[in-house]
């Protein structure tokens, strides 16, 4: 049974602690020692999912729709509305009820057409386009470029609404025919963290020095913990380790495995939930990759889950460093269950943290401790700017003694509208746009330039994240199909600037 500790550590602060290895003590062991801890309350930034939105409707015929019902264009929180590419949705950050930031860190995982269960964001595509003659032109980008971004002051066109921040999402009626509509499936997952998206610091509230208030509540009633030197009676939600609302994020399964190419299967061992999410990176290099590997075209894996099993289908054999997360905000289960639970299973001595009156056996939103579980942890954090050049490099070094690292970031572009993602019939504009970082490669080198200026990829070691980004390149080289023989470049929307995590669990 893992060691787990309820009460005064060697600092005199009261904490939860679960230990990796049952030869450290959670009393004495130092909570810079972090790779030592599954869970450790006092870490300083706790992080938490808001929620997994699923976007999967297509409504036929035209107008617009706002919710909740009865809400109009100046009080919705989300509304849909048909567009020549299908519909639309927007969501304002009241959309999201504990969402402490403007711009959080987000995500959106794209499946395949036609009703399929098999997720393809990190597959790269070639876009084609009828200005290109026989071919000639056009990018091959990693999946996140179909995607829109988190935007700040967006404006819908004809009177819709705006937001000052939310996230427009698209959906199409024709993703039957998946080779038309690449990344633009009618079924996604909208998956929004309780971190900052843009140049801001985390909120959460500085640890403080034992004080002797009291930091933890276990009762019938109530299972929540605050920082060390925050009363848990009235701590804010900054100042709290976890409590109803903010429930640590549950790393369900997590690996770097070998891939051959075609299909192949990573057993869980456990059956998983439709609120599963996968952070995957695919990489064949000495070092990790994210969010694609940019010295190839066809690159990347499909992935799907399948009872316990994660499916994959790669392009060609390959590595993937993952981790699956689970995020239940459905009501607690009802019951008798102890806040404390006990248990053997596999061989394996686990116990778990509940919200009170938990069912036997609790769901998945009972839990919020499982000593199988570890806890994600912010190794580092920040945001960076940058100027324009052909793969300039910012190093991003941190300490990942012990640790399993994955990053996490979004770049971050300027005023825009429709025309800047390459949709100009896309009915809206904004002063700034966060999105989701993508590889994007010309397909003819333009003066020396593989990458146009929206691409950026990041390596990752276990000490250093060194991001690379091309802004000044040109968005698009192509002979022209008007004019054969006549070769143009197009503008890029390119990014000003990085905000990155690592995130981290005991290796």
């Given at each position: 049974?893992?060691?787990?500790?309820?009460?005064?550590?060697?600092?005199?602060?009261?904490?939860?602690?679960?230990?990796?290895?049952?030869?450290?003590?959670?009393?004495?062991?130092?909570?810079?020692e972090?790779?030592?801890?599954?869970?450790n309350?006092?870490?300083?930034?706790?992080?938490?999912?808001?929620?997994?939105?699923?976007?999967?409707?297509?409504?036929?015929?035209?107008?617009?729709?706002y919710?909740p019902?009865?809400?109009?264009?100046?009080?919705?929180?989300?509304?849909?509305?048909?567009?020549?590419?299908?519909?639309?949705?927007?969501?304002?950050?009241?959309?999201?009820?504990?969402?402490?930031?403007?711009?959080?860190?987000?995500?959106?995982?794209?499946?395949?057409?036609g009703?399929?269960?098999?997720?393809?964001?990190?597959?790269?595509?070639?876009?084609?386009?009828?200005?290109?003659?026989?071919?000639?032109?056009?990018?091959?980008?990693?999946?996140?470029?179909?995607?829109?971004?988190?935007?700040?002051?967006?404006?819908?066109?004809?009177?819709?609404?705006?937001?000052?921040?939310?996230?427009?999402?698209?959906?199409?009626?024709?993703?039957?025919?998946?080779?038309?509509?690449?990344?633009r499936?009618?079924?996604?997952?909208?998956i929004?963290?309780?971190l900052p998206?843009?140049?801001?610091?985390?909120?959460?509230?500085?640890?403080?020095?034992?004080?002797?208030?009291?930091?933890?509540?276990?009762?019938?009633?109530?299972?929540?913990?605050?920082?060390?030197?925050?009363?848990?009676?009235?701590?804010?939600?900054?100042?709290?380790?976890?409590?109803?609302?903010?429930?640590?994020?549950?790393?369900?399964a997590?690996?770097?495995?070998?891939?051959?190419?075609?299909?192949?299967?990573?057993?869980?061992?456990?059956?998983?939930?439709?609120?599963?999410?996968?952070?995957?990176?695919?990489?064949?290099?000495?070092?990790?990759?994210?969010p694609?590997?940019p010295?190839?075209?066809?690159?990347?894996?499909?992935?799907?889950f399948?009872?316990?099993?994660?499916?994959?289908?790669?392009?060609?054999?390959?590595?993937?460093?993952?981790?699956?997360?689970?995020?239940?905000?459905?009501?607690?289960?009802?019951g008798?269950?102890?806040?404390?639970?006990?248990?053997?299973?596999?061989?394996?001595?686990?116990?778990?943290?509940?919200?009170?009156?938990?069912a036997?056996?609790?769901?998945?939103?009972?839990?919020?401790?499982?000593?199988?579980?570890?806890?994600?942890?912010?190794?580092?954090?920040?945001?960076?700017?940058?100027?324009?050049?052909?793969?300039?490099?910012?190093?991003?070094?941190?300490?990942?003694?012990?640790?399993?690292?994955?990053?996490?970031y979004?770049?971050?572009?300027?005023?825009?509208?429709?025309?800047?993602?390459?949709?100009?019939?896309?009915?809206m504009?904004?002063?700034?746009?966060?999105?989701?970082?993508?590889?994007?490669?010309?397909?003819?080198?333009?003066?020396?330039?593989?990458?146009a200026?929206?691409?950026?990829?990041?390596?990752?070691?276990?000490?250093?994240?060194?991001?690379?980004?091309?802004?000044?390149?040109?968005?698009?080289?192509?002979?022209?199909?008007?004019?054969?023989?006549?070769?143009?470049?197009?503008?890029?929307?390119?990014?000003?600037?990085?905000?990155?995590?690592?995130?981290?669990?005991?290796?």
């Amino acid at each position: 049974m893992a060691r787990i500790r309820i009460g005064n550590d060697y600092t005199g602060c009261g904490a939860l602690k679960v230990m990796k290895n049952n030869a450290d003590d959670p009393y004495s062991t130092p909570d810079s020692e972090r790779w030592k801890f599954l869970y450790n309350s006092k870490f300083g930034i706790q992080a938490s999912l808001c929620d997994i939105w699923v976007v999967n409707t297509f409504q036929a015929g035209s107008g617009v729709t706002y919710y909740p019902p009865g809400s109009n264009s100046a009080t919705f929180t989300y509304m849909s509305v048909t567009i020549a590419q299908g519909t639309l949705w927007g969501f304002r950050n009241t959309a999201f009820p504990t969402l402490r930031y403007n711009v959080p860190l987000f995500d959106v995982k794209a499946k395949k057409g036609g009703g399929s269960n098999v997720y393809n964001q990190q597959m790269v595509a070639w876009t084609d386009n009828g200005a290109y003659y026989n071919g000639q032109g056009g990018f091959y980008a990693v999946g996140n470029f179909a995607q829109i971004g988190w935007a700040e002051n967006m404006v819908l066109n004809n009177n819709l609404g705006n937001f000052s921040y939310g996230t427009p999402i698209v959906v199409t009626p024709n993703d039957t025919i998946d080779v038309f509509n690449k990344f633009r499936s009618r079924d996604k997952r909208l998956i929004v963290w309780n971190l900052p998206g843009n140049n801001v610091a985390p909120d959460d509230a500085p640890i403080l020095a034992p004080n002797g208030t009291k930091t933890i509540k276990i009762t019938s009633t109530e299972t929540k913990i605050a920082k060390p030197g925050y009363n848990v009676d009235t701590a804010t939600p900054q100042q709290m380790a976890f409590d109803p609302s903010k429930m640590p994020v549950k790393v369900i399964a997590a690996a770097d495995i070998a891939l051959p190419a075609g299909v192949s299967y990573y057993n869980t061992g456990v059956p998983l939930p439709d609120t599963v999410v996968l952070d995957v990176h695919f990489y064949d290099s000495a070092t990790i990759m994210y969010p694609s590997n940019p010295q190839v075209l066809d690159f990347g894996a499909e992935y799907w889950f399948d009872g316990t099993n994660i499916g994959f289908n790669a392009t060609k054999a390959m590595r993937a460093r993952f981790m699956l997360y689970l995020e239940d905000t459905s009501a607690p289960t009802g019951g008798s269950n102890k806040p404390l639970r006990t248990f053997t299973e596999g061989g394996v001595d686990v116990v778990q943290l509940l919200r009170p009156g938990a069912a036997d056996p609790p769901s998945w939103a009972d839990i919020v401790i499982d000593t199988r579980r570890p806890q994600v942890q912010i190794l580092a954090q920040g945001y960076f700017a940058f100027g324009a050049g052909n793969d300039l490099i910012t190093d991003i070094p941190f300490d990942g003694t012990g640790m399993f690292p994955m990053v996490k970031y979004l770049t971050h572009h300027g005023a825009g509208n429709g025309a800047s993602l390459g949709q100009s019939n896309l009915p809206m504009s904004w002063s700034a746009l966060w999105r989701l970082p993508f590889v994007k490669r010309l397909k003819y080198t333009y003066s020396g330039q593989a990458h146009a200026g929206e691409s950026t990829y990041c390596e990752l070691t276990a000490n250093n994240a060194r991001f690379h980004t091309f802004a000044g390149n040109a968005g698009d080289y192509y002979n022209r199909a008007d004019s054969p023989g006549n070769w143009r470049t197009s503008g890029a929307y390119a990014p000003v600037g990085i905000r990155y995590f690592i995130f981290g669990i005991p290796a």
